[in-house]
C-alpha cells in the first residue's frame, strides 16, 4: 500500500500562485509514476502533470503547460506543484496520485479556488 498527503491547497485571486505537496509513504519502492490529475465540479478527473520515474521525464497537460511546474524531493518522497498564472478554470481539486505497477494510488484531495 502507498499513502498520499497532499497539502497546500486554498483560495487565490486570478494571476496569482499556489504550490500543492504531496508526501508519499508506505510501499513506496517500484512506483512508476507520480503525479496530480484535478476534477472540477461537473465534470470528469482531468489528468495535469506526471513524472516518469523509468525515464527521468515530466509531462504536462496543454491547459497547464508552462504555468505548472511538478518538482520533486526525492529525501521527502515528495512532489510539489508550483502553479503560476492561476485562472477560474483552473478551480478543482486537485488529487495526487501514485501508479505503483499497475496500481493507481490517491490522495485525498485539496481543493484549489481561483476567484476575485
Known amino acids: 500500500q502507498v499513502q498520499l498527503v497532499e497539502s497546500g491547497g486554498g483560495l487565490v485571486q486570478p494571476g496569482g500562485s499556489l504550490r500543492l505537496s504531496c508526501a508519499a509513504s508506505?510501499?513506496?519502492?517500484?512506483?512508476?509514476?507520480m503525479g496530480w490529475y484535478r476534477q472540477a465540479p461537473g465534470k470528469s478527473r482531468e489528468w495535469v502533470a506526471s513524472f516518469y520515474y523509468s525515464s527521468d521525464r515530466t509531462s504536462y497537460a496543454d491547459s497547464v503547460k508552462g504555468r505548472f511546474t511538478l518538482s520533486r524531493d526525492n529525501a521527502k518522497n515528495t512532489v510539489h506543484l508550483s502553479m503560476d498564472s492561476l485562472k477560474p478554470e483552473d478551480t478543482a481539486v486537485y488529487y495526487c496520485y501514485v501508479l505503483r505497477g499497475t496500481t493507481n494510488y490517491w490522495g485525498q484531495g485539496t481543493q484549489v479556488t481561483v476567484s476575485s
Open positions: 508506505g510501499s513506496i519502492f517500484s512506483i512508476n509514476r
